[in-house]
């Protein structure tokens, strides 16, 4: 987490950046199901965010639905308290684990990440799988953004751009880079969503 955080703040300072393009970066880090039980987790968050110098809302925990089930009550209550300190929550690999729908409205959580395998089925004359169509629409009812894992080809972005999907993320835009390559990336106008 203070890597992360750390990371974001040298980001920020980096001069060859433009504002437009650095507000719009933003860090996301996954939340194990350990660490959400952890009763030190949100002050470690609190600490990492404050000694970074970054907005807590440039920085989304994701958890994935199995490690929210754990303990539901727990983890409701840690949540609420990462909301408090200004962070943003995804719900990772969303649709993979449960089929009861309704811990959404007890959760703060402000995105569902399709899970990669959803979009995989994407492609090749096929249309949009109807679960996929599902999630975006939930997602748009429950005032959620939807992103997309595992976008590689351009075919993927176009149909989800067409259902409404704004973000995304997969090889299509970028393999992982060393954090010094991030910035050459960004400095020469690579848009940082679906929607750029």
């Known amino acids: 987490m203070a890597e992360a955080c750390r990371q ?3 980001w920020n300072a ?9 507000q719009r970066l933003s860090m996301w880090v996954n939340m194990s199901a350990r660490e959400l039980q952890e009763p030190e987790f949100v002050q470690t968050v609190a600490d990492a965010v404050k000694s970074s110098g970054i907005a807590p809302e440039r920085l989304t925990l994701e958890i994935t639905e199995s490690g929210l089930m754990a303990d539901l009550d727990q983890s409701t209550a840690t949540l609420h308290r990462l909301r408090a300190l200004g962070a943003r929550l995804a719900i990772d690999d969303f649709d993979t684990g449960y089929s009861s ?3 959404l409205e007890r959760l703060p959580v402000e995105v569902l990440k399709i899970d990669r395998s959803f979009t995989a089925a994407i492609g090749h004359g096929r249309d949009v799988p109807l679960l996929v169509r599902s999630i975006v ?3 748009q009812t429950l005032h959620m953004e939807v992103l997309a894992e595992g976008i590689e080809t351009a075919e993927q972005l176009t149909r989800l751009r067409a259902i409404d999907c704004r973000l995304g993320q997969g090889f299509h835009f970028s393999q992982a880079l060393p954090a010094v390559e991030v910035i050459e ?3 020469h106008g ?3 969503a679906m929607s750029a």
């Open 8 to 10: 974001l703040g040298a």
């Open 14 to 22: 980096e001069e060859r950046l433009s504002g437009a393009r650095l």
């Open 101 to 103: 729908l309704s811990y």
């Open 137 to 139: 629409k939930l997602g």
């Open 185 to 187: 990336l960004l400095a």
């Open 190 to 192: 690579w848009p940082s």
